[in-house]
């Protein structure tokens, strides 16, 4: 299982910090939707040129305007884009077509869609489709991921992702899930040692036999 480490609601400048003490441990970097608010599509230009050879997951969350947003992405160093499951199929198409253009990725963000919903994004192949329970979500009404069957709308060989308050006691629930990228914010970045927090996750999964 790869850990892609979530950078948000810090500057850019504690975003490189705090990367640079987990990057040993973690596989992708991503630009936070937070970073990208607040600082724009220079927040994933920089983390790109501070890991040049780390993936770069930019968390535009588009959800219209497509070809422009993901251009930008890619422009900026980003090899991963995310996308609102919810969002038009045209832009979810468009999305696609810049990403293969471009020879990158993208990132369906499943947050609140429908099982139908999921069934319509499913068929797409360059993708990553993540499973996603919001901070609202987890904070108001107690969900998690362990609620959600997270195959069974995609192909068989289909990446997926998990997000939403991922801890050291639900990330062994995770391989159980057959997940295939973790992506990890709070649990690392607000730990009193970053790259300890880091080391430990990816030592979960090593010792699973999942990294």
């Known amino acids: 299982m790869k850990i892609q480490l979530a950078l948000d609601r810090v500057t850019i400048e504690e975003a490189i910090i705090l990367a640079k003490l987990a990057e040993p441990s973690v596989d992708w970097i991503e630009v936070g939707t937070s970073l990208i608010k607040e600082y724009g ?16 997951v930019a968390d535009i969350k588009t959800i219209d305007n497509a070809e422009y947003e993901f251009t930008m ?13 919810v969002s038009p199929l045209p ?24 099982s139908s919903s999921q069934k319509q994004v499913g ?14 979500e987890q904070e108001k009404e107690g969900k998690s991921l362990s609620q959600i069957n997270l195959r069974q709308y995609f192909h068989s060989d289909a990446q997926i992702a998990v997000a939403g308050g991922i801890n ?23 730990s009193a040692d970053v790259a300890k927090a880091s080391a430990e996750f990816q030592n979960l999964f090593m010792s699973r036999g999942n990294v």
């Open 41 to 56: 599509i220079e927040s994933i230009y920089k983390i790109k040129q501070a890991f040049p050879h780390k993936t770069i």
């Open 73 to 85: 992405c890619y422009q900026a160093g980003a090899d991963i884009a995310t996308v609102m499951g």
């Open 91 to 114: 832009t979810i198409d468009t999305c696609a077509n810049v990403s293969e253009k471009w020879n990158k990725k993208m990132m369906v963000d499943l947050l609140n869609t429908s």
């Open 123 to 136: 068929i797409y192949r360059n993708a990553i489709f993540c499973h996603h329970i919001s901070k609202d």
């Open 168 to 190: 050291p006691t639900s990330a062994a629930s995770l391989l159980q899930m057959k997940a295939d990228v973790a992506i990890i914010g709070s649990a690392i970045t607000k």
